[in-house]
C-alpha cells in the first residue's frame, strides 16, 4: 500500500478525520482554537519541549485569529473567494473588517476596536506575515525575530476573548436580520389575511 492511501484512505472508519464535517471558515477555525487549546492544557506534560511546541501553540493562535477575522468578514457579506485573496497581515485584516463592521455601524466598530485593537497589534506585530513562529528564517534568510516569551495561557485567554467577541457581534447581526426577516413575513402574512 502507497504511503498515500494509508495516510488518506479511500474508506470511512471511526478512527479516521472526517473532512466533510470541517468545511468552511468556522470549521478549520474550530480545529486551530481546539489544538492550540489542547496543546496549552497539556503544557506542563510537555516538561522541556513545550518550548518548541510553544512555537506551534502561537502559530495555531496567530492562525486563529486570522482566521476569525476571515469567517467575519464571510458573514458580512465579503465574497469567500476575496477573503481567501486577502493577504496574512492582521493589520491589513483587522482594517478590512474595520470598513465592513462601519459600513454597518460606526458605533460598533468604535466597540470593537477599543476592546480589540491591542490584542491585535501584539499579534501583528509578532509575526506580521504568518512566518516567524513556523520557519527560522525568512525568504531572505534572515533569523525570524520572535518574542523571548511567551505565556501560552495569557494568549489563549485573549484569543478566546477575541473569537466569541467577534462571534458575538456576527452572531448579533444574524439574529437582527433573522428577527427583521420574521417581521415582515408576519407583516405580509397580516396585510394579506386583511385583504
Not at 466598530?109 to 509578532?126: G, K, N, P, S, T
Amino acid at each position: 500500500m502507497s504511503a498515500a492511501n494509508d495516510i488518506f484512505p479511500s474508506h470511512q472508519h471511526p478512527n479516521f478525520v472526517q473532512t466533510q464535517w470541517a468545511e468552511g471558515w468556522a470549521y478549520t477555525l474550530i480545529g486551530f482554537a481546539g489544538a492550540a487549546r489542547m496543546l496549552t492544557e497539556q503544557r506542563k506534560k510537555m516538561d522541556a519541549s513545550v518550548d518548541q511546541i510553544g512555537l506551534a501553540v502561537f502559530y495555531l493562535q496567530r492562525h486563529r485569529v486570522e482566521l476569525v477575522i476571515k469567517h467575519a468578514l464571510v458573514k458580512l457579506g465579503q465574497a469567500p473567494v476575496d477573503v481567501a485573496k486577502l493577504p496574512h497581515s492582521l493589520e491589513v485584516l483587522w482594517r478590512k473588517l474595520g470598513d465592513a463592521v462601519k459600513a454597518n455601524d460606526l458605533k460598533h466598530w468604535q466597540d470593537l476596536d477599543l476592546r480589540y485593537a491591542e490584542f491585535i497589534d501584539a499579534m501583528h506585530r509578532a509575526d506580521e506575515r504568518s512566518f516567524a513562529y513556523r520557519c527560522p528564517v525568512d525568504r531572505t534568510g534572515t533569523t525570524s525575530q520572535r518574542a523571548p516569551f511567551i505565556d501560552l495561557e495569557a494568549l489563549e485567554r485573549y484569543a478566546d476573548d477575541f473569537e466569541n467577541g467577534i462571534a458575538g457581534y456576527t452572531d448579533w447581526l444574524d439574529e437582527l436580520e433573522r428577527l427583521n426577516r420574521e417581521f415582515k413575513d408576519e407583516m405580509v402574512r397580516e396585510f394579506m389575511d386583511e385583504a
